[in-house]
């Protein structure tokens, strides 16, 4: 069958196994018929190539909750359980999940394989630091328990790993307390790059923070962005909520897209335009997941579907670089009216996580033929700024820009081949950035 990520580009033509148990996935690593690599896939949502390859493994039987235990906050359960899955089972219980990505239908196993961020980085780092433990299916057929004390470099080159050192059965996650689950968010308009980044350092102490910046913006105007800060509120909603808006039924004509997005841009921007700061209160759901309620969104990008570049600079170099990039997209007129800013902290010891202490900043582009050198010339801004992309954005990144940017690769290679020694992990994306 045709497979895709979440930007519908590339496609591959796949066998996608569903196995029903961890007994059938013991069967398909030893039939003779399946000699070629495989790779895992969760919930589907990398935008580009890391969950696709000739053979495709669903996680999607390791749903299961193993154990909840409210008294320290800790929830063990199946790598396939979704995070819309996990807040169900947690928010009765007074507890949040402490790193969430924009989107609740990721994975366990996903979120761990790339050791996603959220909008609180700069405070709580990224999903793998709150991970006690995991258990990683080998191809041998063999269980490797993994922490950062037990097995510790199979655990740090799993954390980030794209899924390329085994199967992740289940994991132990370590659970936020929080006051109620209602967000308290504070919005401000600015006027440009410079003046976001200044009010993203004040307030470096904000539990949640993320920009929406018009990359289409130019002059004074380059980055002119809104603010959104958040905190738990202290009085308010402990219930767990799931909007479900309308779907896009059909790949749509790409400038319906373009109408979308100035609206949902102008829309919080002139609101705000009356009074520069809002202070608003509003359900988790809607702060987190805010294009969740659009059912098949990524159809809006047209048939041939869309590349999302995300980026991370290092803090000495961040505020010049950023302002290349934006001049350079926003001189092309190509990208989303939309793009999205935030801080990170300090860096985990995890192989291939992309976190870095420093800013960053995601770009939608439509696929098209002419739309690759434009990226070639975005590479080239964040190599000589010594930043990197983000592998679970990624759909086209050279194996060069890879290398030169990803410290650590031949230390995860050398981990990844003890652990898997036959190569029967692989993905599009590996084979392109030449990890096998
Ligand atoms: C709308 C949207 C918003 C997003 N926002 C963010 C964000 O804010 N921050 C962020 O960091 N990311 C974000 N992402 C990206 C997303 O969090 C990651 O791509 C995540 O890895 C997807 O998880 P998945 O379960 O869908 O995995 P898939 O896309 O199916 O797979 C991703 C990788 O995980 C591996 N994998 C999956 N399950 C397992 C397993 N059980 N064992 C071993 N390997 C496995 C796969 O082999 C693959 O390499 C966003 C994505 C979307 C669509």
């Known amino acids: 069958m045709q497979l895709h990520g979440w930007g519908r580009y590339p496609r591959s033509n796949s066998d996608l196994l569903e196995p029903p148990s961890q007994e059938s996935v013991l069967e398909i690593f030893s039939n003779e018929k399946i000699s070629g690599p495989m790779i895992v896939r969760g919930g589907g949502r990398s935008y580009g190539d890391s969950s696709l390859a000739t053979t495709v493994l669903s996680s999607r039987f390791l749903d299961s909750f193993l154990e909840i235990d409210p008294t320290n906050g800790v929830i063990r359960c199946g790598a396939g359980v979704t995070m819309e899955s996990l807040l169900r089972v947690v928010i009765p219980h007074g507890f949040f999940v402490p790193v969430l990505p924009g989107t609740k239908y990721v994975s366990v196993g996903g979120a761990i394989a790339a050791d996603i961020h959220g909008k609180n980085h700069h405070r709580d780092g990224s999903f793998c630091d709150h991970i006690e433990r995991f258990s990683l299916l080998l191809a041998s057929g063999e269980i490797l328990e ?164 995300q980026l991370v600079l290092p803090s000495d170099s961040a505020r010049s670089g950023l302002k290349e990039v934006l001049k350079l997209v926003s001189d092309s007129g190509r990208g989303s009216f939309i793009s999205v800013l935030k801080k990170f902290g300090e860096a985990n010891q995890n192989l291939l996580s992309f976190p870095t202490a420093g800013y960053t900043l995601t770009l939608d582009f439509k696929q098209e033929a002419s739309v690759f050198p434009l990226l070639q010339k975005l590479d080239e801004i964040v190599l000589a700024h010594n930043g990197k992309l983000y592998l679970a954005k990624d759909s086209r990144m050279s194996e060069d820009v890879f290398k030169a940017s990803y410290d650590s690769w031949e230390n995860f290679l050398e981990i990844k081949n003890e652990l898997d020694p036959q190569c029967r992990f692989a993905s599009l994306q590996s084979n392109r950035l030449g990890l096998t």
């Open 146 to 309: 993994c922490g950062a004390e037990k097995n510790s470099n199979a655990f740090h080159a799993t954390c980030g790993g794209m899924g390329l050192t085994g199967v992740i059965l289940e994991a132990t996650l370590k659970l936020e307390k929080v006051p109620s689950v209602s967000i308290k968010r504070q919005s401000t308009a600015v006027a440009n790059l410079e003046e976001c980044m200044e009010l993203i350092e004040d307030n470096e102490n904000s539990k949640h923070s993320v920009a929406w910046v018009d990359c289409l913006a130019q002059g004074e105007e380059l980055g002119r962005s809104v603010l959104h800060l958040a905190e738990y509120s202290e009085v308010g909603s402990q219930d767990f909520k799931t909007r479900m808006g309308p779907s896009v039924p059909f790949s749509s004509p790409a400038f319906l897209l373009n109408k979308y997005t100035t609206r949902l841009f102008n829309n919080s921007l002139y609101s705000l335009r009356k009074r520069s700061i809002s202070t608003k209160i509003v359900n988790y759901d809607a702060y987190f997941f805010p294009l969740d309620n659009i059912r098949n969104w990524n159809r809006l990008y047209g048939r041939k579907g869309f590349i999302q570049y």
